[in-house]
């Protein structure tokens, strides 16, 4: 399972029996491989989009690998500094330091960030053309929906409610799960923070369903942590 996310996250294809085969190290015909697959889709892990295409991951099969299959990736010290230098660099109001730590969370993964004072209701967003530029949403269709998207994510963030149920401090939300209207095609990553002054913030990431878990909930976990003079 791990290896078709893997490869689908890299190459946005439908991942075949022969692709697995050719470029792991299993160990197993192809024709194992394929059998396995096929059991994984049965399960409602995987699906084939087209007739002799290869599978790709259900948002079922995105949840099994993120709660079980998934590796934590910390930040290098370099990737640390980066963001410590961008936040600390002065000593600048809340509203200014979050939508700060905004830009540098959608710069460093590619992605859409949005965020903001919760006590305010002030909300911001970065990345928009990062998100549109991701081979996922290629077409006029998939670009209206993540259009829509955008504008139910900053009126519904107001309103959010943390589950609190994961270790991290951050809630991933695949696909169908999303409770806030709108972002089916695209995946969450969303945690509070505490600022230095007591004010309640909000830091998000909206991506693809293929993205980067591990990499991103390290970017959301380490920034909260800065804002809330953790570090």
């Known amino acids: 399972m791990a290896a078709v996310i893997n490869e689908y996250t890299e190459t946005v294809l439908p991942v075949s029996s022969n692709i ?38 259900t948002d079922k099969g995105f949840r099994y690998f993120v709660d079980l299959l998934m590796e934590e990736k910390k930040l290098s010290l370099r990737e640390q500094k980066i963001l410590r230098a961008g936040l600390l660099k002065s000593k600048i109001k809340n509203k200014m330091l979050v939508r700060t730590a905004i830009k540098l969370l959608s710069a460093m993964s590619e992605n859409l960030a949005v965020g903001g004072i919760m006590n305010s209701n002030d909300f911001y967003e970065s990345g928009i053309k990062r998100l549109l530029s991701q081979p996922d949403f290629d077409n006029l269709e998939s670009v209206t929906r993540v259009a829509e998207m955008i504008d139910y994510l900053m009126e519904g963030l107001g309103s959010f409610s943390f589950r609190w149920k994961k270790k991290s401090a951050a809630e991933i939300y695949i696909g169908s799960e999303n409770p806030i209207c709108g972002i089916e ?6 945690s509070s923070c505490q600022l230095r002054s007591g004010q309640k913030g909000i830091l998000a990431i909206v991506g693809p369903k293929r993205m980067n878990y591990a990499r991103n909930i390290s970017l959301v976990d380490y920034i909260r942590r800065v804002l809330s003079g953790k570090l």
Do not use: V, W
């Not at 050719?22 to 015909?29: P, R, T």
């Not at 095609?185 to 969303?190: E, L, Y």
């Open 20 to 57: 697995l085969a050719e470029k792991y190290d299993f160990d197993l015909s192809p024709a194992t491989i394929r059998f396995e697959m096929l059991e994984l889709e049965r399960r409602n892990y995987l699906y084939q989009p087209h007739t002799s295409a290869g599978r790709i991951p």
């Open 185 to 190: 095609d695209c995946s969450i990553i969303i």
